[in-house]
């Protein structure tokens, strides 16, 4: 059925402002185990680049309004994968309005905005021709350097990690 989950991130100084936004709390007695989120819980982790990502298995978290709100007093990046029928989306906001957005949806490339550049060697790497709809994701990539099939689980994360910790609805 392969992964099927949504993420947003923002800059690793705004993390507090971006937890709030998201209405979680970090729950310190609990230490992820997996990167995806479980059904129990949402996940954050802090990555490479200096980014913290948010992820979830839901698909109705990670919202228009909610990227309009958390992208007002920073710039935020989000993205979604649905394996199952092949989705998959990337976007960018700032100011409360979204920069660029993609998505790969019924084997079609859809996109608008201004789309970030992005190292074509580093893209093909990741994207198989069969593949496409990694599109939008390597477009996410390219802004905050975490692509969705690089880190599954804690020990794939190593040195690169600064937490990883499960959340709490606040």
């Known amino acids: 059925m392969g992964f099927n989950f949504s993420f947003v991130a923002c800059p690793q100084n705004k993390r507090k402002e971006f937890l709030d936004g998201l209405k979680r709390k970090e729950d310190d007695w609990a ?16 990555i490479s680049a200096d980014w913290t990502v948010f992820f979830t298995k839901s698909d109705k ?44 949806e019924d084997g079609e490339i859809i996109s608008e905005g201004d789309l970030p550049e992005f190292d074509k060697v580093r893209a093909a790497n990741f994207m198989d021709e069969e593949e ?33 910790k499960n959340l709490k609805r606040v």
């Open 31 to 46: 230490q992820a185990q997996d990167l995806i989120p479980t059904r129990e819980a949402d996940t954050i982790a802090d």
């Open 132 to 164: 496409d709809f990694e599109y939008p994701l390597v477009l996410v990539d390219s802004v905050c350097g975490y692509f969705y099939t690089e880190i599954c689980t804690k020990e794939d994360l190593g040195d690169r990690v600064k937490t990883l």
């Open 61 to 104: 978290i990670i919202t228009k309004d909610l990227l309009a709100s958390l992208s007002k007093n920073m710039r935020v990046v989000a993205g979604a994968v649905w394996e199952g029928p092949m989705f998959a989306s990337g976007e960018e906001w700032q100011d409360g309005k979204c920069l660029w957005k993609s998505r790969y």
